[in-house]
Each structure stands twice: as C-alpha cells, then as structure tokens.
C-alpha cells in the first residue's frame, strides 16, 4: 500500500483563481437576469458563435435551459418520424454564453 502523502500530484491544468472569481461572478450576473426573464423569448450566442432562439424554461446556478425554437419550414428529411419536437430543451452553460438578447 502506498502513501498517498508521497504520490505525486499529476494535475495538468488549473484555473487561475482570480479568471475563476470572475468567471463566478459572471454565472451569478447571468442566473439572476435568467431569473428576471423567466419564460420570455430570448436569443443566446455562445462564446464560440452558436446562436440560439428560444424561451427561457428554467435558470440554476450553472446553466440556462432554452426551450428552442425549431424552424417553421424543414425539408422533411430532418424531422424525426412524427414530426418536429415542440420541447426540444437546451442546457447552456453559463460561463458559455456571450450575448443573451432579449425577443420581444
């Protein structure tokens, strides 16, 4: 059996404690405006240039849960046997997203 004092650590990466404060920050930013908007229309761009349209379905303290919205016309070849899925929920990743824009 050996000694867990003496193995070696093999951490290969660890994140800089000030990115990781603001990187908290921003999450809290975010779930507190999710909060606010609550069941609104919204479009989300995430830090690497994904966009989404859809309603805000629920917010916790790491992701954002959009209700998206599919495209009305789509070539029939895409949607699954019986027709599109109207509660197609997306789980973001808070420290994901860039822009959120509110639809109204």
Request: aromatic share 6%.
């Amino acid at each position: 059996m050996t000694d867990q004092r003496k193995t070696k650590s093999n951490v290969i990466y660890q994140a800089n404690p000030d990115v990781m404060k603001a990187v908290r920050t921003m999450q809290d930013q975010l779930a507190e405006i999710g909060q606010k908007h609550l069941n609104k229309p919204v479009r989300v761009q995430t830090v690497k240039g994904e966009v989404y349209d859809g309603i805000i379905a629920h917010v916790d303290e790491t992701h954002l849960y959009l209700n998206a919205v599919q495209p009305l016309k789509m070539d029939r070849a895409y949607y699954p046997p019986f027709g599109p899925n109207p509660n197609v929920i997306l789980p973001l990743a808070l420290y994901n997203l860039l822009v959120l824009t509110l639809l109204i």
